[in-house]
T-cell receptor, first 114, second 114 residues
Framework: DTGVSQNPRHKITKRGQNVTFRCDPISEHNRLYWYRQTLGQGPEFLTYFQNEAQLEKSRLLSDRFSAERPKGSFSTLEIQRTEQGDSAMYLC????????????FGPGTRLTVL | AQSVTQLDSQVPVFEEAPVELRCNYSSSVSVYLFWYVQYPNQGLQLLLKYLSGSTLVESINGFEAEFNKSQTSFHLRKPSVHISDTAEYFCAVSYGGATNKLIFGTGTLLAVQP
């Protein structure tokens, strides 16, 4: 069990550029979550995958955001035409069905949009 | 709307003193309650959880929390804090459902002073 990993750890981009983040969940974890954490706030739910199916998306996930989880393993979160308001820490978590909903979090990707 | 309230954004306390971090959630028939800790530049780590059964739950490092259904609270306590407990603490709730997504409070910074 190597834990949840996220890459990159930091990303600085200019407004209008596209960025993509990757999350590798704990092996055998079928549930995967993306959260966003802004300064001084708690994490906010963005989207949820069960295996490869995206089953829920928050209203926070505008049309510029898209997430995928091909083959039910790693997941990517893409933000198109980034805005300064997208600056935040993007957290990924994974869990396994039937294990009391304990979600294990990755270290996050900190996005700064200039 | 489902929500979690952490009224104290920061709690300063001297080393070896007791501490209580408050958490209240919006009422629901059934909830799962969690406390996560975030040390500087690290990801979220699960501290303790309430799923069912005994209303008093404990962590391995001396923290405890009590589920109070009538007060809709899940306050975190420790009888004697250490410098190493300095961190951001997040209360989170899951209302179950298909996703078991977490709803977080805004966090409380526990600042332990020598």
């Amino acid at each position: 069990d190597t834990g949840v990993s996220q890459n990159p750890r930091h990303k600085i981009t200019k407004r209008g550029q596209n960025v993509t983040f990757r999350c590798d969940p704990i092996s055998e974890h079928n549930r995967l979550y993306w959260y966003r954490q802004t300064l001084g706030q708690g994490p906010e739910f963005l989207t949820y995958f069960q295996n490869e199916a995206q089953l829920e998306k928050s209203r926070l996930l505008s049309d510029r955001f898209s997430a995928e989880r091909p083959k039910g393993s790693f997941s990517t979160l893409e933000i198109q035409r980034t805005e300064q308001g997208d600056s935040a820490m993007y957290l990924c978590a994974s869990s396994v069905t039937g294990k009391n909903n304990e979600q294990f979090f990755g270290p996050g990707t900190r996005l700064t949009v200039l | 709307a489902q929500s979690v309230t952490q009224l104290d954004s920061q709690v300063p306390v001297f080393e070896e003193a007791p501490v209580e971090l408050r958490c209240n959630y919006s009422s629901s028939v059934s909830v799962y309650l969690f406390w996560y800790v975030q040390y500087p530049n690290q990801g979220l780590q699960l501290l303790l959880k309430y799923l069912s059964g005994s209303t008093l739950v404990e962590s391995i490092n001396g923290f405890e929390a009590e589920f109070n259904k009538s007060q809709t609270s899940f306050h975190l306590r420790k009888p004697s804090v250490h410098i190493s407990d300095t961190a951001e603490y997040f209360c989170a709730v899951s209302y179950g459902g298909a996703t078991n997504k977490l709803i977080f409070g805004t966090g409380t910074l526990l600042a332990v002073q020598p």
